[in-house]
């Protein structure tokens, strides 16, 4: 076991942290709806169910394109008047394939502010969501240089935490959680006794939204506007 706890460890999330990539769903969505042309649902409510609908396949299926091509088709077959034959099971899946075709979009600051941590603290990528889709876009990025490892993890809450400080031997009050999801990157770290940095985005995915809270005795919580930000604090 390799322990980062003489210098400070940042734990860096990736989707719209370092990169976008809800911008790339909220168009599909967009796309999907706009086809679906629900004759008795206003776009609200179509998406209010392709919510509902989302959140149970991140039970069934993880996260991930996966998941979200199984989100489309069951909100399709759930709303629509119409039987799903194979070629509109086809165009729904293909709203979410979409996404994959996207390069990569560093968030501007991002390679610089990298740098310039690399040198101060250890820095570790950690994000959740499907391996080959995450650990793809992790070397498609050109970020992977800059950190010390990845971690790659099905759900991100207070015992994977843990359990990630537990298997590099990080210090509680040595260790940051960077990212821009109070649901998954900010509370259940604080929740774990890690110390956060919340970097709001303006489209952080609507299921990680959640109200950011107070940090567990002896943590510490540090909100920057940008990620570039980080270098007037690290």
């Known amino acids: 076991m390799t322990s980062f706890s003489s210098r400070q460890t940042l734990l860096i999330d990736a989707d719209d942290t370092l990169w976008e990539n809800n911008i790339y769903f909220e168009r599909a969505i967009a796309d999907f709806i706009s086809f679906l042309n629900h004759r008795a649902y206003t776009p609200e409510q ?11 396949c991140i039970v069934r299926h993880g996260y991930g394109l996966h998941s979200f091509a199984h989100a489309l088709v069951d909100t ?14 086809q165009t729904v899946v293909g709203f979410a394939h979409a996404i994959a075709e996207h390069p990569i979009e560093i968030i501007a600051g991002v390679p610089e502010t990298l740098a310039y941590l690399r040198d ?28 010390s490892a990845v971690e790659i993890v099905a759900e991100k809450d207070e015992p994977t935490y843990r359990s990630i400080a537990d298997k590099y031997g990080l210090a509680a009050d040595m260790t940051w959680m960077v990212g821009n999801s109070p649901k998954s990157d900010i509370n259940p770290a604080l929740a774990a006794g890690l110390n956060a940095v919340f970097v709001p985005h303006d489209n952080t995915w609507v299921l990680e939204h959640e109200a950011v809270a107070e940090p567990a005795s002896g943590a510490k919580l540090l909100v920057v506007e940008s990620f570039a930000a980080l270098r007037g604090h690290f």
């Not at 179509?46 to 149970?56: F, K």
């Not at 399709?76 to 099971?89: D, I, M, Q, S, Y």
């Not at 820095?123 to 793809?136: A, C, D, P, R, Y």
């Open 46 to 56: 179509v998406r209010e169910v392709l919510n509902d609908v989302e959140r149970d």
């Open 120 to 147: 101060r603290h250890h820095l570790i990528v950690m994000t959740k969501g499907n391996i080959t889709e995450q650990s793809g876009k992790v070397e498609r990025s050109g970020l992977k240089p800059y950190f």
């Open 76 to 89: 399709f077959e759930r709303l629509a008047v119409e039987p799903l034959t194979p070629g509109l099971h």
